[in-house]
């Protein structure tokens, strides 16, 4: 009998609730009667005037914006390098250059004989084709290396020992992509990166400098980033992604969150409460990133209220009246 009545309890109050629900449902959808008016300012930004009876049935929310300083980051995306071919070149270069050493003391060894008429012409001849062939080649290792991996790379003063590292994964040498077209107008200082494990922590990269090719599927701009502690272990071949901290100092401005913002003419838009019952529709740059939604310094200052709720209701209003005006 108890649990019949409890049973029955629940049942009514989830009635109640439904139909509650239904309710608020029935009465957001209710058209608005109330009046609403676009006008144009100086620079054609339009304005909408809602009364205050409307503004509560669309649901509006606002919200101040705080000012903010924010250090400009780009996302992209990576690979850790596999150092197997580096060391294979490393290791080329370093035996090339250590034949072409001993060809070349041989050589002045024979030219200190041949001095004393101790070694004969031919012998001082065939010396020196020798070490002449042996700087050749050894210079053509040089620049195998360096057109593969770069200055960057190719040119670290202790090659031995930084190769040795990433073959030991003590340190980690990945190459960030950019998108096509994209491209720094000046160096970055570092950058974070994460691998697509959900529990994977980020680490710290040092920019070494550009890749020496273009990225055949992404066609953008190769960066090599070197971390130096590869306490994540990050291994060959892993896909990451990256952060880039760009050059620079912090910039001034706000966060739009994603609510605030509608798409419209193929753009963002965010509206700014100016007054009790207007709102103006202002463009927001979708440039950068944040956890919590757009940061930008232009279209909207610190301190302006912008709708972060409803946001959707005021364009399909303002539209209304935007048939025959153009954007």
Not at 210 to 222: N, V
């Amino acid at each position: 009998m108890v649990v019949g009545i409890i049973t029955a309890g629940g049942l009514i109050f989830g009635y109640r609730e439904m139909s509650q629900e239904r309710a608020r449902e029935a009465e957001r959808e209710k058209p608005v009667t109330a009046k609403s008016q676009i006008t144009r300012g100086a620079a054609g930004e339009p304005t909408i005037t809602l009364e205050a009876e409307a503004q509560k049935h669309l649901l509006l929310k606002i919200e101040t914006l705080a000012p903010i300083q924010f250090l400009p980051e780009l996302k992209a995306y990576g690979r850790v390098l596999d150092p197997t071919p580096l060391a294979t070149l490393a290791a080329e270069l370093a035996a090339a250059q250590a034949t072409a050493e001993a060809s070349t003391l041989e050589l002045e060894r024979l030219k200190t004989l041949a001095a004393q008429t101790n070694a004969s012409a031919r012998a001082l001849q065939t010396a020196e084709a020798v070490a002449r062939r042996d700087r050749a080649q050894a210079q053509a290792a040089r620049q195998r290396l360096f057109a593969t991996w770069g200055e960057a790379v190719a040119g670290e003063s202790n090659l031995a020992e930084f190769v040795q590292s990433l073959v030991l994964l003590h340190r980690a040498l990945v190459q960030v992509n950019l998108a096509a077209g994209e491209d720094l107008k000046s160096p970055p200082t570092n950058v974070r990166l994460m691998g697509l494990a959900h529990d994977a922590d980020s680490v710290t990269g040092r920019f070494l400098g550009s890749a020496p090719a273009i990225d055949p599927q992404t066609q953008g701009q190769g960066l090599l980033f070197l971390v130096s502690t590869n306490h994540s272990w990050l291994v060959p071949g892993a896909a990451v992604t990256c952060q880039i901290q760009l050059s620079g100092g912090p910039l001034a401005g706000v966060v739009v969150p994603d609510t605030a913002l509608v798409r419209f003419d193929g753009k963002a838009w965010a509206y700014v409460q100016m007054g009790e019952n207007t709102f103006t529709r202002r463009r927001i740059p979708l440039d950068h990133p944040t956890a919590e939604g757009w940061f930008t310094s232009a279209g909207v200052a610190a301190n302006e209220r912008v709708v972060v709720g409803g946001a959707q209701m005021l364009l399909s209003e303002e539209r209304k009246h935007q048939i025959r005006l153009p954007d």
